[in-house]
């Protein structure tokens, strides 16, 4: 089938950066829309960010103006910078990708198994 995985996070200082980077592998064709998500203890998964195959990007709006969202097509990855981080950004990161699974148009949605991220002094 399809596998997602991330690197990338990691513990930083508040005001710091950090990028994740999510790669894509198996039966895969092509890829639509990809991004990320993120989830805290108790809450519901939120997108941070999403870039579709075009580049059009869109973004939560706790994050516009200093996150961004990027990705290659050609090695099946999505990239997410994050500059100035808040301890409010502390979250389990996860990958997203809706892929395009064989020559007649299947798609499915394949997430990958998440990253930590931590903003703490």
């Known amino acids: 089938q399809v596998q997602l995985v991330e690197s990338g996070g990691g513990l930083v200082q508040p005001g710091g950066s950090l990028r994740l980077s999510c790669v894509a592998s198996?039966?895969?064709?092509?890829?639509?829309?990809m991004g990320w998500y993120r989830q805290t203890p108790g809450n519901q998964r939120e997108l941070v960010a999403g870039?579709?195959?075009?580049?059009?990007?869109n973004y939560a709006d706790s994050v516009k103006g200093r996150f961004t969202v990027s990705r290659d097509n050609a090695k099946k990855m999505v990239y997410l910078q994050m500059n100035s981080l808040k301890p409010e950004d502390t979250a389990v990161y996860y990958c997203?990708?809706?892929?395009?699974?064989?020559?007649?148009?299947?798609?499915?949605?394949?997430w990958g198994q998440g990253t930590q991220v931590t903003v703490s002094s």
């Open positions: 997203y990708a809706r892929v395009v699974i064989d020559r007649w148009g299947r798609a499915g949605d394949y």
């Open positions: 198996g039966r895969v064709v092509s890829i639509n829309d």
């Open positions: 870039i579709t195959s075009g580049g059009t990007t």
